[in-house]
């Protein structure tokens, strides 16, 4: 869910003080390529661009601006953006990929986390460099529908995953990068992103089977959508169920959410839609679902079996997770946590569970990134997962 803005650009900033290419794509007279006849992963478009993890802060990085061929919830093509950052460093042959998945940012395409990198505003960019002064490139998408045409599909599940996926397979074809076929990968996201990224690790075996996966390393994620729903509604989060609705009604249309809305959720949806969280202040903007609704939407039958599709935990990830959690998380319920640690167990699955002892959500985004970026770096140098099943 959502990763409240100036507490982390605030917490972060003071814990951290311290061409073109594609594959079966024609290419167009503009310059892009043609969606119909592209593969998941294909890149449609590309143009230098600059990542600064705040205002004027330089990097040793080059960074591409990316828009890439993805698949909807439904199965249908689509067009994603994202950003492509590999440092610069001298180092020769593969170094490893983190397709990384960042937490709630808003509604609207200035939100995208591409759109404030070159000006040092995107959320996370500070955790993203972290990664990259350990010589690892780095494909961020900007997920379905910010910074591209459409709303977009915030916490749906297969969107999500597709998206971040496909961002790795952009990444691996784009010119340039020195990456390739050999390239190890991995996957890392808190929050939304937790989100995203469980969910391309359930999708990995059997969507992008190609990317030499390495591992998943996962927080603060919201497994259990109607369970988180719940957690929120009345809460200090309820204006993030607003969102969801949004972004399932986004991928699922006939849905018809507006028909649930009174006047004041119509103002809160408009008003959603056109901002970023740290203008929109979701989470304080009401309390409950019932005071934009005349019915809850969430109790209705066709809206539980859509929340259901994007739950987690009913598909083994095919490659070993690092699932972390803080245990006074004030949005995201610990127990959902803890649930899907025991069903990624329960199949198999080479879990290391990690409760943050001190994380409410912003502080584990945090407080977690270190350690997640440590167990991906033993996964990266084929050291065997450890687990706690």
Not at 121 to 136: C, F, K, S, V, Y
Request: glycine share 12%; aromatic share 8%.
């Amino acid at each position: 869910m959502k990763l409240r803005t100036t507490a982390l650009s605030a917490l972060t900033a003071l814990a951290l003080s311290l061409g073109l290419a594609g594959t079966g794509a024609a290419a167009d007279g503009d310059g892009t390529r043609d969606v119909a006849a592209a593969a998941p992963g294909d890149v449609l478009s590309s143009a230098p661009t600059s990542f600064h993890p705040l205002p004027g802060q330089p990097t040793n990085t080059k960074a591409w601006h990316i828009t890439y061929r993805s698949t909807t919830a439904k199965g249908a093509p689509n067009v994603v953006s994202g950003t492509v950052i590999v440092p610069q460093d001298g180092r020769t042959g593969p170094r490893p990929l983190v397709s990384y998945a960042v937490g709630t940012v808003g509604l609207a395409d200035q939100c995208a986390p591409s759109a404030g990198f070159p000006y040092g505003t995107t959320l996370e960019a500070n955790l993203i460099q972290l990664l990259t002064l350990r010589g690892w490139a780095v494909a961020v998408t900007d997920y379905e529908g910010l910074g591209t045409p459409g709303d977009h599909t915030y916490i749906v599940g297969r969107a999500e995953g597709h998206a971040v996926l496909d961002a790795a397979r952009a990444a691996l074809r784009l010119p340039g990068t020195g990456l390739g076929k050999d390239t190890p990968v991995g996957i890392m996201g808190y929050s939304q992103g937790g989100h995203a990224s469980s969910w391309a690790a359930e999708l990995h075996d059997s969507y992008a089977p190609e990317l030499d996966l390495k591992g998943t390393a996962t927080g603060g994620v919201p497994a259990d959508l109607l369970r988180t729903a719940d957690y929120n509604n009345g809460s200090v989060g309820a204006g993030l169920v607003l969102m969801a609705a949004i972004g399932q009604n986004a991928a699922y249309p006939e849905l018809r959410l507006d028909s649930y809305l009174n006047d004041q959720g119509r103002y809160y949806v408009d008003f959603l839609k056109r901002n970023c969280v740290i203008a929109s202040a979701a989470a304080g903007l009401f309390k409950r679902i019932s005071d934009v609704t005349v019915k809850n939407p969430l109790y209705e039958p066709d809206w539980q079996r859509v929340l259901r599709l994007s739950n987690l935990g009913s598909h083994a990830p095919d490659r070993p997770v690092y699932l972390y959690h803080g245990v006074i998380d004030e949005l995201v319920p610990y127990a959902a946590g803890e649930r899907l640690r025991a069903d990624w167990c329960g199949k198999g699955v080479a879990v290391q569970w990690q409760p943050m002892l001190l994380g409410e959500h912003v502080a584990g985004a945090i407080a977690g990134s270190v350690p997640a970026a440590d167990w991906l770096a033993g996964r990266f140098a084929g050291a065997p997962a450890p687990t706690n099943c």
